[in-house]
């Protein structure tokens, strides 16, 4: 087995699958977030 996926299968024999699923879900939205703020700050500049 890989070990970087490790961590991952020994947070979903602790914490449960649906709940890590949720917070990898967070995690990816929570950079696209940012992005999206940084261009609508970028935006906002060039007006």
Request: aromatic share 6%; charged share 25%.
């Amino acid at each position: 087995m890989e070990p970087g996926l490790l961590p991952y299968i020994e947070m979903i024999s602790n914490t449960g699958f649906p709940i890590v699923v949720s917070l990898y879900l967070l995690n990816r939205m929570e950079k696209k977030l940012d992005t999206l703020v940084l261009a609508i700050e970028k935006l906002g500049r060039n007006e």
